[in-house]
């Protein structure tokens, strides 16, 4: 997610015209994160009026151990979708890296550790990637002990597939689930308010809809802008992607 990587990309593509031309001001890779931002700050004052300030919603995020290729810098991106929550006012706890930071040292084990989070939370995100779609399944991987926690709680669980695409990251038993697909900044940006305004409850709130509304209009503006730089026709769609 680094902004440097996502500059690399958009320059390498703007390379291959003729002339490198300067992008506009709405092409910064900084832009994307400032207004996913922007918006999950005023989805997070929403849940504080709905929910009261002292309250908190809680959410349980399971995902596995990177395995996979595609993989490099899983960690960084989940700690990452960490953040956006946590700034959006929501009580988040990791499936792997909470356990191993804090509940290890009281000799709890992954299964015990996972059935008192699952249950305790309000809400549980499955974090899609090439790694969770075959530990899904898997006898005794923490991915299938959180899904037995998950079914035996009662909870549904929102997929937000932060590696790959839909059926590289998700199980044959999930796919007909709507999930988020958020591999890239662009996509981050214009769906990671939409998981935010669910986990905290709020999507039929007036305000969080006008707020997610505004946001989908300036994502929109992002990716027209994008179309109407001055790169050949041949590029667009490269730098779209890298963007």
């Known amino acids: 997610l680094s902004a440097s990587t996502v500059s690399f990309a958009i320059i390498s593509m703007a390379c291959s015209v003729s002339t490198l031309l300067p992008l506009p ?15 999950v700050g005023k989805l997070a004052q929403v849940g504080r009026d709905v929910h009261g300030k002292g309250k908190k919603r809680s959410v349980f995020v399971s995902h ?25 006012g929501l ?32 809400a549980v995100v499955y974090v899609g990637c090439p790694s969770f779609k075959t530990e899904y399944d898997r006898d005794g991987s923490c991915t299938a002990l959180d899904k037995q926690a998950i079914a035996a709680a009662g909870k549904d669980p929102l997929p937000v597939v932060l590696v790959g695409g839909f059926g590289d990251s998700l199980p044959p038993s999930l796919t007909h689930v709507l999930a988020s697909v958020c591999s890239s900044p662009s996509s981050q940006c214009e769906l ?8 905290l409850g709020i999507t039929d709130n007036p305000k969080a809809q006008e707020f997610l509304a505004a946001h989908d209009t300036k994502t929109k503006t992002l990716i027209t802008s994008l179309e109407d730089a001055t790169l050949s026709k041949d590029d667009i769609a490269s730098v779209k992607a890298s963007f």
Do not use: C
């Open 25 to 39: 001001p709405l092409l910064n890779p900084n832009n994307d994160r400032i207004l996913l931002n922007e918006t």
């Open 192 to 199: 990671l308010p939409n998981v935010v305004a669910t986990l």
């Open 64 to 88: 596995p151990w990177p395995a996979h290729p595609m993989e490099e810098n899983l960690i960084e991106l989940i700690v990452s979708f960490y953040d956006v929550l946590q700034l959006g």
């Open 91 to 122: 009580d988040v706890r990791s499936a792997i890296l909470s356990w191993v930071q804090e509940d290890m040292d009281k000799q709890l084990s992954y299964a015990d550790f996972a059935a008192k989070q699952i249950k305790d939370a309000d």
